[in-house]
């Protein structure tokens, strides 16, 4: 079993940055594909960015050159730094954990996830 939970989410104005954090317990993650997804209500998750264990990162569109992924194996932690905020980034943001170790874009390959936590920009 890996337990996940992430920190750092808040209000934020557009333009500014926040820094996600997703701490793991139970094993550790240096094995396996992190991942970062966001929800908001009424529409289906969406995938953010993924770091795999030989340290490719992929990322979506949307967020590709605002946010960054990375991850501390010795911390057993996986960050995402957001930075130029928009209002359209308003979502609950969740870690997951890929023990497959994928590219990590798709949320069905998936094996663990935290519990969410809520990040709103405001215009």
């Known amino acids: 079993q890996v337990q996940l939970v992430e920190s750092g989410g808040g209000l934020v104005q557009a333009g500014g940055s926040l820094r996600l954090s997703c701490a793991a317990s139970?094993?550790?993650?240096?094995?396996?594909?992190m991942g970062w997804f966001r929800q908001v209500p009424g529409k289906e998750r969406e995938f953010v960015a993924s770091?795999?264990?030989?340290?490719?990162?992929y990322y979506a569109g949307a967020v590709k050159g605002r946010f960054t992924i990375s991850r501390d194996n010795a911390k057993n932690t996986v960050y995402l730094q957001m930075n130029s905020l928009k209002p359209e980034d308003t979502a609950v943001y969740y870690c997951?954990?890929?023990?497959?170790?994928?590219?990590?874009?798709?949320?069905?390959?998936?094996?663990?996830w935290g519990q969410g936590i809520q990040v709103t920009v405001s215009s």
């Open positions: 997951a954990a890929d023990l497959g170790g994928s590219r990590g874009t798709q949320d069905y390959r998936y094996n663990y």
């Open positions: 770091h795999t264990s030989i340290r490719d990162t």
């Open positions: 139970g094993r550790t993650i240096g094995t396996y594909t």
